[in-house]
Structure formats: structure tokens, C-alpha cells
């Protein structure tokens, strides 16, 4: 990287690093054909917010200190598993706005859960503020838009595993000033709230939701944290939909689709559905498995494939990215990081579609359900 190809944040060191990435806007030619793709996909990109809806590098952090405010290469495993983005890497990429999520450990104790969470909370906090000149913590819309007016990643709060927070209802009230935008409510184990889509969930059979999971979801909505029902049953997933408030809209932060790829990690089309419905929106990841087969041919054009699913059967009102990197993911063989992301926006252009459309997939469609959400206020007290 040369120096003139850089920015740093000025006025030196404010964290534990200085973010250096190459600005792609001063030679974007370059940038199209590094990545083999069109001059016409690489101005689009730029000329586009991205907004990822599940960012999992925290849980590296928590474990071996991965140090998200350096830039790092692909690892120990080749980008497979960690490493897939950094900050300086996602400022290089030009992403916009992400939801930087904690993950619950669901073998702690149940009680000592909230006081864990209240500490992982604070601290990927100070992480994310320690570079105010670069990343601004944000959660409603009029948040959002100041920090991209000013140049900043925006970065929203996300946790994945409501039982990070099930000791009681109340739990839910050590989220402060609605710091929190997304709940996530079951991962990879069936809780106390309900089951998993995992086959191998620990409470078989799917019974759905439990009573405490249907207020749960009520709870939610009333502090206007978004119901995430990436990774729940399929019972669950409809128990959450009935109790839901109709007037506020669903999400799938990171998912596939069985219309592409039938796996038990994925959504069908009537749970797709359910999330328009709702007048949600529902992220694609980028996990080889939960893709399609032979895994090591899964590339950008499936991802593709998935969200092309979305709209043919919801529309193009409903399709967004939710990467899952660094959650222990195996990426597509030409999308191993963020740095390559801009060949998402040549594969969709391949297909005929619209820019309109493409930039509704990289940040529009969450933009909208982010207002109807919290729209253009500040936050409660």
C-alpha cells in the first residue's frame, strides 16, 4: 500500500490502532480490474451504500483477542473461519454501516448470563469508540445518517442468542439507551425461549416457542429491538409471527434460502412470505454449506442465486446482505473477504438487474425497515 493510496485517522493514534486502508474512489480502473470485474459494477459500488446485517469478529475478540482495529491477512485457515474483515479492511471496502454482533455463550450459567452480556457489551463498546474519527456507534436512522454524512462507519449493536438476556423479562432492561438494535432469539441451541433450527438442538422435538419465548418477542417489540429469527425452529419462527406486532417489521439477519438450496439452516418460501409480510427483509450469508453443493464451487454467483430466490418469490423490497463474517464461516471461493464484495455488484448486474435494484439489496431495504423501525428520532430516554 502507498502512503498517497492511504488515509489514517488524523491526529494520530486514538486506540489500539491507527485505521490504514487504500481509498478505492482514486483509482477505481484499478480496484475493476484487480477484481476482474466492469468499470460499470466497480462506479456502482461506489456510488452505493453496503450495509452488512451480521458481523461475528467479536466472538474472536472475546476468545483470542482479535484485534479488530488492525488490519489483518486471511489467517491461519486461508479466510476460512475468522479473519474474513477487520475495520480498516471494511473502511477499504467502503461498508457503510454493519451490525457488530455479540454471541451468547448458551453453556453459562443462566443467571450469570445478563451480568456477561452487560460486560461484553461494554466492551465491544469501547472497541468500536475507540476510533471516533473513523466509526461511530449508531441505532436508529437519523443516527445512521449523520454518521455517513460525516464519512464514518456506522456500526449498530446486535446480539445472537436471546438467552444472552432470558434470566427474566426485565433482563431485557439492562440494554441501555437502545444501545441494542437486533436480538437474534435463538442461535444454535434450543433455550428456555424455544428451539433452534438445528437438528442437533438438545430439546427435540420442535415444540416452538415457550411462554416466556412469546413474551419474549412482546418485549421486543415494546423496547423496538428488531426480532431476528435467523437460526429459530420453524415453529418458532410462526409462534413469533403470531405474536408479533403486525405494525413493525420482521428480519432474517443471515440465512439461505430452500427455494436455492434445501438445508435446515434455510428458509422456504412461506416463511420468506411471512417476513415481506411484515415489510422486513431478510440477509443473505455467504456460508459455503448453507449455500448449495459442491461446496468448493460455491462462489459469488450463488449468493446471487439465493437473492435472486428472494425477489422472484417476495419481490426486490426484501433482499439483503448478512454475511456472517467471521462466524465461522467458509466463504466463497472469489469472495474469501470484504475486499472483494464489489463482485457481488457485477453478478447482479449480470443478471439484468437494475441498479435501483442493486442498491435496495446493498443497504435500501434494511434502510427502510430501520425507519419503520426507529425512523428519524432520537433515541428514548
Known sequence: M??????????????????????????PAAIAGRLGISREA????????????????????????????????????????????????????RVGGAMWVITTNPWRNRSKRPEIFVRNLRRLTRVLQSQPSEVALVRNLTEYRRARAAGLHAAFIGVQGGNALDRDLDALDLIPDDSVLRITVLHGNSSDLGATSTPYRGKPPDEGLTHLGRDY?????EKRIFVDLAHISRRSFFDAVEVHDPSLPLIVTHTGVKGVFPHWRNLDDEQLRAIAASGGTVGVMYHRPFLGRPQEAVDTHCVVDHLEHIVKTVGEDHASLGSDWDGAIRTPRDMPTCLELPRLVERMLGRGWSPDRVRKILSGNFLRTLGALRGDAEPRS
Not at 502507498?2 to 483509482?27: M, Q, T
Not at 459500488?45 to 446485517?53: F, K, P, Q
Not at 458481523?55 to 486471511?74: E, M, P
Open 2 to 27: 502507498n502512503v498517497s493510496d492511504s488515509i489514517s485517522a488524523p491526529g494520530g493514534p486514538i486506540g489500539p490502532a491507527v485505521l490504514e486502508y487504500r481509498d478505492w474512489s482514486r483509482d
Open 42 to 93: 466497480m462506479e456502482l459500488y461506489l456510488a452505493s451504500e453496503i450495509v452488512d446485517l451480521h458481523v461475528d469478529s467479536f466472538i474472536w475478540t472475546r476468545l483470542f483477542g482479535y484485534d479488530v482495529t488492525k488490519r489483518h491477512g486471511h489467517g491461519a485457515f486461508g479466510a476460512s473461519v475468522y479473519s474474513q474483515v477487520d475495520l480498516p479492511r471494511l473502511r477499504e471496502a
Open 217 to 221: 418477542v412482546k418485549r421486543l417489540d
